[in-house]
């Protein structure tokens, strides 16, 4: 059972930058494509960045490309999420997932996810 454990969130102005991360335990993160979701109240959730195993690949929902970059150090299992140019609609809860075997942009798409942490709640004020 992979553990998932997320910080870096917080508080911080439009235009500023936050660094999330993401550490797992009980399993190796090599083996899993990796993701960060987000959810804000009274809206759905959504797939923001992916990565394959390698880092080889890397995916993002259109509003933050170009913004937030999706890394991953497997040596250290773990995830990175740098999110730069923050806007007010980037507030929500932040949650990294782990996803078995093979990890491509359909997978990203459809949050399909065997893990997820307990999510980093992230607030920019306009």
Known sequence: QVRLVESGGGLVQAGGSLRLSCTASGGTLSSYGMGWFRQ??????????????SGGDTYYVH???GRFTISRDNALNTVYLQMNSLKPEDTAVYYCAAARGQYSVRDFLALRYDYWGR?????VSS
Do not use: F, L, Y
């Open 40 to 53: 804000a109240p009274g809206k759905e959730r959504e797939s923001v960045a992916g990565i394959n195993w």
């Open 63 to 65: 509003s933050v490309k």
């Open 119 to 123: 999510g980093t709640q992230v607030t």
